[in-house]
């Protein structure tokens, strides 16, 4: 089926750089966009991939190669703000069904 | 304030009770969408509309209704909910380039 793997939890430090993957068994999407979400809170959106290659949102930035069938998270200087839940989403081509990956829990250590 | 906005934030029910959760935007979108989150599950999509009168199904549509009368409105029915509806809900509304922008949410038990 369609379905986009993340993992289920990453650790890093403050001021460290992390990567969050994605990668996904689908084809016929539009682009790649990511969602941040804090304990309790809604989603919030960090960035979209509509075409390969790299996206640069301040500390963010988030990469998709559809050849690769892999898109991921890249934060740099993290800070303590960053601990949340960060989901990786597709929109279906010709539609606006969307999927979410199973989301990636950050934890920035002090 | 551009927002979207959700009610009740809080809903406590009973087995086979209807029961209709609201959701209004003031960004003028014409996408709105529902979505369920359970853990480990991630977001689910159970229904959207891509304008007035235009709906369609998502990942999750049992058991649940939608309509979209206007386009400022979407709000989710639950005709005959069960405790397998017990979730985190939240309704989503979309401009462009796939930005959706997502209310407050609303956590619902059926007992």
């Known amino acids: 089926g369609q379905s986009l793997e993340q993992p289920s939890e990453v650790t890093a430090v403050e001021g460290a750089i992390v990567q969050i993957n994605c990668t996904y068994q689908t084809s016929g999407f539009y682009g790649l966009s990511w969602y941040q979400q804090h304990d309790g809170g809604a989603p919030t959106f960090l960035s979209y991939?509509?075409?390969?290659g790299l996206e640069e949102t301040g500390r963010f930035s988030s990469f998709l190669s559809r050849s690769d069938s892999y898109g991921y998270l890249l934060l740099q200087e993290l800070q303590m703000k960053d601990s949340a839940s960060y989901f990786c989403?597709?929109?279906?081509?010709?539609?606006?069904?969307?999927?979410f990956g199973t989301g990636t829990r950050l934890k920035v250590l002090a | 304030e551009a927002q979207v906005t959700q009610n009740p934030r809080y809903l406590i029910t009973v087995t086979g009770k209807k029961l209709t959760v609201t959701c209004s935007q003031n960004m003028n979108h014409e996408y709105m969408s529902w979505y369920r989150q359970d853990p480990g599950l991630g977001l689910r999509q159970i229904y959207y509309?891509?304008?007035?009168?235009?709906?369609d199904k998502g990942d999750v549509p049992e058991g649940y209704k939608v309509s979209r009368k206007e386009k400022r409105n979407f709000p989710l029915i639950l005709e005959s909910p069960s405790p397998n509806q017990t979730s985190l809900y939240f309704c989503?509304?979309?401009?462009?380039?796939?930005?959706?922008?997502f209310g407050p949410g609303t956590r619902l038990t059926v007992l």
């Open positions: 509309s891509m304008n007035v009168e235009v709906t």
């Open positions: 989503a509304s979309g401009g462009g380039a796939d930005t959706q922008y």
């Open positions: 989403a597709v929109r279906f081509s010709g539609t606006y069904k969307y999927i």
């Open positions: 991939n509509g075409l390969d």
